[in-house]
């Protein structure tokens, strides 16, 4: 068994990681299959950060029977940390390694260890930050990280056999390249607390215009422009829309554009049992003022028909984060809310209305 050991330069970190960096271990594996029970485990890559430097080392089986080897070094290593960064780790990494101790009948590791898997966060992103898929390449280019390494781990399993057959060096640096990038390559996407820390809240709002913008017909339309402040320095450009939300987030500032609603809006009263509807006023009135009405003039109202009219100025939204909510037609998707001077002055409600476009963008609404 080969042990690499290199020292490398700490990249920029955020402070504000969920666990402290001193004591994690970032791990990565390469096998010559998806199953570990039946396919082998060949290289076990690790970094950690030891005097503000950030020190590798991979364990590398030059023969299917190192296997166990590699398990006993990554055991030992693993001792001295509180918490593991995988990537797809538990549902790859881990779960492999755990059927490799099965297979060659060594006990399960024991340590109490916090494990943190990135790509769960990583995927919740892949919308907002507008990327094709939530692979670990794929986000570590967003992040402005390029790699040395051109293979897929796939690739690198004929070459492995290879090695195993004429061990050659230039065959060896490929193989551990790979597993080296990879590894290198987390320590990159921690950037992903920072996006974190931002769509949870970490920011203020400092500016609330009013604008007018030229539609694709000619005609004119208004939006509204909120510019807020980031309470930490984004690591990557965003943008990204949907049908009704821009956003543009680029360093220290933050851009929300929201198109506004001119018009008449519906709310809807939930109890309709209780009203009558004015087919003529096309609106609902309660049924202990209905005595009034001329019983002609009104029906007994159903859901779709119980609600009476506003005329205003309206923002749109995707659940009821501000009351009362309003909209065009019964149990439409997107409800509004009336969008007022008193608004413009009250930066909890703005700021409350920017996490649900973050969260509604988030999800890909």
Same mark, same amino acid.
């Given at each position: 068994?080969?042990?690499i050991k ?8 955020p ?6 960096i ?9 096998t010559t ?5 039946r ?10 950060v030891?005097n ?8 590398f089986?030059e023969s299917?029977?190192e296997?166990?080897l ?9 001792e ?12 790859f ?6 059927? *490799? =101790?099965?297979? %060659?009948h /060594?006990?399960s +590791?024991s340590?109490n260890? @916090? ?9 919740s992103?892949?919308?907002?930050f507008g990327l094709?898929?939530a ?14 390494d051109?293979?897929?781990?796939g ?17 060896l640096e ?16 921690l ?11 970490g ?13 694709m ?8 422009s909120v510019? *807020? =402040?980031?309470? %930490?320095? /984004?690591?990557? +450009?965003?943008?990204c829309? @949907? ?6 987030a680029?360093d ?13 809006l519906?709310y809807f009263?939930?109890n ?5 509807y ?6 609902a009135?309660?049924k ?6 001329d ?19 309206f923002?749109?939204q ?23 001077d008193?608004c ?7 700021k ?8 509604t963008?988030k999800?890909?609404?």
């Amino acid at each position: 068994m080969k042990n690499i050991k290199k020292n490398n330069i700490l990249p920029k970190v955020p402070d504000h990681l969920p666990f402290p960096i001193e004591h994690t271990l970032f791990l990565d594996i390469e096998t010559t299959g998806f199953s570990g029970s039946r396919s082998r485990l060949y290289l076990i890559g690790a970094a950690y950060v030891q005097n503000e430097t950030l020190i590798t080392e991979q364990f590398f089986a030059e023969s299917l029977d190192e296997e166990p080897l590699l398990l006993a070094a990554l055991e030992h290593l693993s001792e001295s940390f509180d918490t593991v960064v995988t990537f797809y780790g538990n549902r790859f990494d881990l779960p492999f390694m755990e059927k *490799c =101790r099965e297979r %060659l009948h /060594l006990d399960s +590791v024991s340590h109490n260890i @916090n494990y943190v898997d990135l790509y769960p966060t990583a995927r919740s992103y892949k919308h907002l930050f507008g990327l094709a898929n939530a692979k670990q390449q794929t986000l570590e280019l967003f992040f402005g990280h390029s790699r040395k390494d051109t293979y897929s781990g796939g690739e690198l399993i004929k070459i492995y056999e290879s090695y195993v057959k004429d061990p050659q060096p230039e065959l060896l640096e490929l193989l551990l390249l790979h597993n080296l990038d990879d590894v290198l390559g987390m320590i990159h996407l921690l950037s992903l607390y920072t996006f974190d820390a931002f769509v949870n809240g970490g920011f203020q709002p400092e500016s609330c215009t009013l604008v007018s913008y030229r539609k694709m017909d000619g005609s004119v339309g208004k939006e509204l422009s909120v510019v *807020c =402040r980031p309470d %930490l320095t /984004l690591p990557a +450009v965003i943008s990204c829309k @949907n049908d009704h939300f821009y956003l543009h987030a680029k360093d220290g500032q933050v851009c929300f554009r929201i198109t506004l609603l001119e018009g008449v809006l519906k709310y809807f009263y939930p109890n309709y049992k209780d009203y009558y509807y004015l087919p003529k006023e096309d609106m609902a009135i309660h049924k202990s003022v209905a005595s009034y009405v001329d019983a002609s003039h009104r029906e007994k109202a159903k859901a779709a028909t119980c609600y009476s009219k506003k005329a205003g100025v309206f923002l749109p939204q995707y659940e009821e984060v501000v009351t009362p909510a309003l909209f065009t037609q019964y149990k439409d998707s997107v409800s509004y809310f009336e969008w007022t001077d008193a608004c413009k002055e009250d930066r909890l409600l703005i700021k409350r209305y920017c996490l649900h476009i973050l969260q509604t963008l988030k999800k890909g609404s």
